[in-house]
């Protein structure tokens, strides 16, 4: 097992910590891990393409790990006792996405026998919008940053969140063709 899903194994190891950190209102420690977190996946795929790392266990580990870690933040951050919060509306759209992609992926290739995933710009900016979010949400837990700001943050996650999913939705139809 080389460097690169070593890392990605502590990212996933990192999930419980940063939950119970959320957990025991310890926002600014919950930073620091969501940041190591965010960093190992930086570090992994740099690592994985500059020394020829690649292998099936990363390319399966590495979004399960990323997806792990963003929506346990939007979970427990919602539920918890934080002053600053994600509203519930946001959290169901994010998980719904993801549940939806999932399974439309899963009947693409049911149906086909293969699946041609492709990353959109939507969907970049969407992963972007919604860490950027945890972190601003964890931010405002730790020091004044205007609700205004959050809300504006979280909006444009959900803009692209929603945008995504439809780009996604079309692509899939494509697919089935």
């Known amino acids: 097992m080389g ?18 950190l959320i957990g025991y209102n310890k926002p600014l420690y919950a930073l620091i891990v969501f940041i190591i977190a965010g960093l190992t996946d930086a570090l992994d795929g740099f690592i994985a393409r500059r020394f020829n790392q690649i292998t ?3 390319k399966i580990l590495d ?50 026998g293969y699946l041609d995933v492709r990353p959109s710009v939507f969907g970049k900016a969407t992963t972007f919008f919604q860490i950027i979010s945890v972190v601003a949400v964890l931010v405002a837990n730790i020091t004044y940053i205007p609700q205004d700001f959050v809300d504006w943050i979280i909006y444009t996650a959900s803009f692209f969140t929603v945008l995504s999913t439809i780009t996604y939705t079309y692509d899939g139809f494509q697919q089935i063709k």
Do not use: C, E, H
């Open 3 to 20: 460097l690169a899903n070593q890392l990605t194994i502590l990212r996933i190891f990192l999930i419980p910590v940063f939950i119970i």
């Open 56 to 58: 099936t266990l990363g």
């Open 63 to 112: 979004p399960i790990a990323d997806k792990a870690l963003l929506v346990s933040g939007f979970i427990f951050i919602y539920s918890s006792d934080l002053s600053v919060k994600f509203p519930y509306w946001y959290v169901v759209i994010v998980i719904s996405r993801d549940i939806y992609i999932l399974l439309g992926s899963a009947l693409i290739y049911f149906m086909k």
